[in-house]
């Protein structure tokens, strides 16, 4: 009966090793899709102003709105006549300028907001190139006069995400590291439980690998058991972040899918994991018992 219950314990902290290391990988799954989100989010606000001559009319301006709207690289395109930029303008100054100096200085222009995948990245000149040959598409439009861009804030944002993304991506690989040593501990412990019956095996003539069978299938269980566990705990979690902080929209349906897919990462990196460290773990046992 003794050996029964710390047989038990054995398995329990096994589980429960694979369920605190696929925990923690979960989390810098929903963090790294998150910070992607954000960062795709707030490159589509970043906007490319187009000047126009002021001799231009609204019509003509409305011809050269469709005209930009239908690249493919562009997401949603704003015109500001002059009278706009005036009423903007007074607005941020409050008080009337146009009033006080006789006419209105400011000239027409658009607004453009680019898709996410066209935004320009100092480290992938292909899309560099591509905001420059919009850029150049755009200004060779007639009663254009020049499209300017924040470069330092579009490469600083971008520069951001990649050090989340490398250091999440360290951060897990260590994890992992960690964990196939973990759960190998915690394997041998639960083989030296057994080792009068794996022993009595041995002399019999059984062949490694069929004594090391029954712990490999209990492995693919105990990942498939962790994965689980960690994937209901890993919903708890967002659903007490999305009521604490309402305003990152955590349980959107449109990360509904999303979700999913992290979920199925983390059942295949229990199985994964678990069958590994078990693997290593009796193999290596085996090994030493034989000599």
Known sequence: MKGKVNLWETHSSTVLSIT???FLL???LLVEYHSYRVTHDIQERITLKVDLAPEITDDIAKLIQMQIEAMPEVKHVDYISKEKAADIFSEDLNDDFVNFIGYNPLYPSMMVNLKANYIPDVRQEGRAESIKKFSETVGNIEYVTGVTYQETVVNELNDVFYKITWF???FMGLLIIVSILLISSTIRIALYAQRETIRTMQLVGAKSGFIARPFVYRSIWFGLLGALITIIILAIAIGALNQSFAG?????????LWYAGIGVII???GIILSY???VFAVHR???KSNY
Not at 249 to 254: G, K, R, V
Request: charged share 10%; glycine share 4%.
């Open 168 to 170: 999440l991506i360290i």
């Open 20 to 22: 605190l290391v696929l």
């Open 276 to 278: 590994m460290s078990t």
């Open 267 to 269: 059942i295949i990196l």
């Open 285 to 287: 046992y085996l090994r």
């Open 248 to 256: 990152l929209d955590l349980l959107d349906q449109s990360h509904l």
């Open 26 to 28: 979960g989390m810098c």
